[in-house]
């Protein structure tokens, strides 16, 4: 797996003038997600920004700046992350790293702006931890600000 993408050479510029924008709608947005991460080399915990699909109790980040990323590099490390989507945050566990040139996991729409625009390969997948698993009374609600 190379890590990279397409998109690599925007990644600078998406972290400090996208992500400030959609850091505060991105856990309420469809498709999209806010992953809490803790960073494997400070401790610091992050929150990113990212697009997000889900499919049962698994849930797929289709990687648009490659794998070779920090908050991807954390996940793999920690084993574990938080997403806040559609409100609601979710603890997300066993990350795999999913090579996927067709992007066969991708609905229509993202498989075409993915695959073909951007030139994404590789898909993070992780599942629900059993106390998360979607069942609505036993998930995590947090005020939304």
């Known amino acids: 797996m190379s890590g990279r993408t397409r998109m690599w050479r925007f990644r600078h510029a998406a972290t400090r003038y996208v992500d400030p924008i959609l850091r505060p709608v991105a856990g309420r947005l469809p498709a999209f997600g806010l992953v809490t991460h803790r960073g494997r080399k400070t ?3 992050y929150e990113t ?3 997000v699909f889900r499919r049962g109790d698994r849930y797929l980040f289709f990687l648009t700046y490659g794998s070779d990323v920090q908050w991807v590099k954390n996940i793999l490390a920690a084993g574990e992350c938080t997403l806040r989507t559609r409100g609601r945050d979710v ?5 795999e790293l999913i090579a996927d040139p067709k992007l066969r996991l991708a609905p229509p729409f993202v498989r075409f702006v993915e695959q073909h625009l951007a030139g994404v390969t ?8 059993a106390d998360s698993s979607g069942d609505k009374d036993r998930q995590r609600h947090r005020p939304l600000p």
Do not use: D, F
């Open 43 to 45: 401790g610091r915990t």
């Open 49 to 51: 920004p990212v697009n």
């Open 91 to 95: 603890r997300l566990v066993v990350p």
């Open 122 to 129: 590789e898909v993070l997948r992780m599942r629900a931890a």
